[in-house]
């Protein structure tokens, strides 16, 4: 092995050594700069993240207890009712983060089809209940859940594109997508 292909790696002895070259009067401005910043960071992270879950959580009151779903029979494979939210509130969740972090990496600039992508597939996730379990409307709802799966499977790619760990966000989200298509599918073969 080469001594040109060796890396150095400081320790704590090598780290103490070093002296910091930034005057004080920079370390004093950039403080409160830095702390700006960060309060405007979380405070666009709750936004991001509260906007969908408050739109699951709105959805899922008006439209989430029905007797259509509780009167079937279910076999084993169809998720109790309390899942089917649970499944709606987590994928809102993760994909509001999803959509922060391709936000703050100023991806929605670079790409605006992420931004369709991601609005499309709120739409649709949320538009399902009112849909399915409110109007009764069974196969709207499976073609519904068809074009969620598309949606969701295009913000994947894009997203990855974008900022991986945003990308790998969205995996759960399609798990998830498979609960509504699968009580839909229920609600198709009860008609």
Not at 165 to 184: H, K, Y
Request: glycine share 6%.
């Amino acid at each position: 092995m080469a001594s040109s292909d060796l890396k150095h790696r400081a320790t704590e002895k090598d780290e103490s050594n070093v002296i910091d070259a930034t005057p004080p009067s920079d370390l004093s401005s950039s403080k409160p700069k830095r702390k700006g910043m960060a309060r405007r960071g979380f405070r666009s992270l709750a936004i991001a993240i509260a906007f969908p879950i408050s739109l699951a959580v709105l959805v899922i009151y008006l439209f989430g207890s029905t007797n259509r779903f509780g009167n079937i029979e279910k076999p084993f494979y169809i998720p109790p009712l309390w899942s089917l939210h649970l499944a709606c509130l987590t994928s809102s969740l993760l994909s509001g983060l999803s959509s922060w972090l391709v936000w703050a990496d100023h991806g929605f600039h670079r790409r605006p089809v992420a931004l369709y992508l991601y609005m499309a597939q709120l739409g649709l996730s949320l538009g399902w209940y009112p849909i399915v379990l409110g109007a009764g409307a069974v196969r709207v709802g499976l073609a519904l859940c068809a074009l969620l799966f598309v949606s969701l499977v295009g913000s994947w790619r894009t997203f990855k594109i974008l900022n991986p760990i945003a990308g790998d966000l969205f995996v759960p989200c399609l798990v998830a997508a498979l609960f509504p298509a699968a009580v839909n599918y229920r609600l198709l073969n009860y008609q």
